[in-house]
């Protein structure tokens, strides 16, 4: 057993490769948009 496949990954297959790239996808994109919109709320940016 791999050590990503404890704590709160406890699925068969969480340490895939696929799996930890749509998940990298998805968080780093929530960070990016969070961070688009902080900007766009604090100054004016068209």
């Keep these: 057993m791999s050590d ?3 704590g709160i ?3 068969d ?3 895939k490769p696929i ?3 749509i998940s990298a996808i998805v968080i780093l994109g929530a960070i990016a ?3 688009f919109w ?3 709320v604090a100054y004016v940016v068209p």
Excluded: E, P
Aim: hydrophobic share 65%; charged share 20%.
């Design 4 to 6: 990503l496949n404890r």
């Design 9 to 11: 990954m406890k699925f």
């Design 13 to 15: 297959g969480a340490d």
């Design 19 to 21: 799996v930890v790239a």
């Design 33 to 35: 948009l969070l961070v």
């Design 38 to 40: 902080a900007i766009k």
